[in-house]
């Protein structure tokens, strides 16, 4: 299928916060916090600054063989788990919670962009390998979060009374129930049995959801070499015991960040708190926070307690059941990655922004913030609709009482504004007071005031007038509306709502294909992709 992908900048989608603008700008305010900028030349300075910072590659490798044992694995994928024991191959990351299904687009444009960007800095250093990775935020215990998905306007929420961490709840038949309901929706389209055959095959009964996650998203991406990496591991965790004794013994993480965060405030709503102790404790079940209570050590909504001793114990001989929260997430994947480039959205950008403080606390080295790319998927019923009513894709991008009053004005068989005619009425009432004042200075207060009356009413009566066109097009306000829903689905962006589900069961596995073909690097627009063939 032919594709002709076009770009807005971000500024002009009204969908980006003013940190996100600020940062795609470079502004001065932000510069502080962080390492480099998301340039060529930003990436090969924390590229430098890597190769003198280097990870555990052994332990890394061992844990990627071991999760990727008994899983059908693309060859470009074992090269590239082989290639991360050599000190010359760096990761390009991106990291997402394991939303059902995937939960909504942008789930794989964060992945394909990473993707992308990988192959863009293995061609610009020739002698250094680059490798893609989707790092698995499996310990998230926000099931509201997770558990659902939408196509096409219907809403799918898995209801379960599992608790903890999302990735290590097990498939059950209410997910099998999903399925089958996915099915007999998409089965009208070329691939929609296909898709559903897939999710019945990875999401079977039994497996974790970061099993099948993982298994879904290698069966998607494995042939770009994409490694998908599970850090619920002990072996992996084991290697920020250092970060984990001062943590619970002597925090300092709470203090860095609140400090860089204050520092941030002044300029910009902060995205993330935190807290003395950023450690959760995770064991079956459970996922709940460390709190210190003398010299003590609670979890919070249990009846788990351990003394000092307990502890210092407990994290040498099960460093898997700490589990990082927001502050600390990003210290733990770039301790165990050797990674320059972190692929994120606005709000994974905006608290990393709190963080470089930390990271220097630690030695360990800052990853490039790269935003992650934005689709809007326009299929072309949609797009000839846009165009009967006389509007661009970008002009969608307002909401729908702005581009009915644009359709209002546009068609009017007379002028909806009284331009002109009300400073004809300001240039009447000036003659009207000189004239009265001259009679009698007091009067021109008087005047003043009729003055200021009739214009307002004028304005009213202008109102009106743009109300009484409005009615005569309510026809095409109905189609405004439903070419607002399908495109902002609930007055938001696509990529946030809908899931793949759909377009993957109409267009097949070459929509990932074109959408990695308009996948940018480092361009950091919003991309438009037309999407021809009916569905």
């Not at 809403?155 to 209410?174: C, E, L, P, S």
């Not at 733990?332 to 050797?338: G, N």
């Not at 004042?437 to 304005?459: E, F, G, Q, R, Y």
Request: some cysteine.
């Amino acid at each position: 299928m032919p594709f002709s992908a076009y770009t807005l900048p971000y500024d002009q989608t009204n969908s980006f916060s003013r940190i996100v603008l600020d940062y795609l700008q470079g502004a001065a305010a932000l510069k502080p916090f962080y390492a480099a900028p998301p340039t060529p030349e930003g990436l090969a300075q924390v590229l430098a600054v890597r190769r003198q910072k280097p990870v555990n590659r052994e332990v890394l490798a061992t844990v990627l063989q071991q999760q990727y044992a008994g899983m059908e694995t693309h060859a470009s994928v074992v090269h590239n788990i082989e290639a991360l024991q050599d000190a010359n191959t760096f990761t390009v990351c991106t990291a997402h919670q394991p939303n059902l299904f995937t939960g909504p687009l942008y789930f794989l444009y964060k992945i394909l962009h990473a993707i992308r960007l990988a192959a863009q800095l293995e061609a610009a250093h020739p002698g250094s390998r680059f490798v893609p990775v989707y790092y698995m935020g499996s310990e998230d215990a926000d099931l509201d979060e997770l558990n659902h998905f939408s196509i096409q306007g219907k809403r799918y929420t898995w209801q379960t009374d599992q608790k903890g961490a999302v990735g290590r709840m097990v498939i059950d038949n209410a997910i099998q129930q999903l399925i089958h309901e996915v099915e007999g929706q998409l089965a009208p389209f070329e691939q929609g049995k296909a898709i559903a055959a897939s999710l019945r095959r990875h999401f079977a009964k039994g497996n974790t959801i970061q099993q099948a996650t993982f298994a879904l998203v290698n069966k998607l991406f494995g042939s770009f070499g994409l490694i998908v990496l599970i850090p619920d591991s002990a072996s992996l965790k084991a290697l920020m015991l250092p970060v984990f004794e001062q943590e619970l013994f002597a925090p300092v993480s709470g203090t860095l960040v609140g400090d860089t965060s204050e520092r941030l405030a002044a300029h910009y709503n902060v995205q993330a708190h935190p807290r003395e102790i950023n450690l959760f404790y995770l064991e079956g079940d459970i996922r709940e926070r460390i709190i210190r209570e003398g010299d003590d050590f609670l979890v919070n909504n249990t009846a788990l307690r351990f003394s000092a001793a307990e502890m210092k114990v407990l994290i040498q001989q099960h460093p898997e059941r700490l589990s990082p929260n927001v502050i600390l997430r990003g210290l733990f994947q770039e301790t165990i990655l050797p990674n320059i480039a972190f692929i994120g959205g606005g709000g994974e950008l905006a608290y990393w922004l709190q963080l470089k403080d930390l990271f220097e606390h630690y030695d360990v080295s800052f990853p490039v913030l790269v935003l992650r790319n934005s689709f809007l998927l326009l299929e072309e019923k949609w797009q000839e609709r846009i165009d009967r009513l006389g509007f661009s894709v970008g002009d969608c991008f307002q909401k729908t009482d702005n581009l009915v009053n644009l359709l209002a004005r546009r068609q009017a068989e007379h002028p909806l504004t009284l331009n002109g005619k009300m400073e004809q009425a300001e240039a009447l009432f000036e003659a009207i007071r000189s004239q009265a004042s001259a009679i009698d200075p007091t009067l021109s207060a008087h005047v003043a005031a009729l003055k200021a009356a009739s214009l307002k009413k004028l304005k009213v009566l202008e109102q009106k007038m743009l109300r009484a066109e409005k009615r005569k097009h309510a026809d095409s306000r109905r189609q405004i509306e439903a070419i607002r829903q399908q495109l902002f689905p609930g007055d938001g962006l696509q990529e946030r709502v809908d899931s793949f589900l759909y377009y993957y069961a109409v267009y097949g596995p070459q929509l990932i294909a074109d959408l990695y073909q308009h996948s940018g690097a480092l361009e950091q627009q919003f991309t438009i992709l037309p999407l021809s063939g009916e569905a």
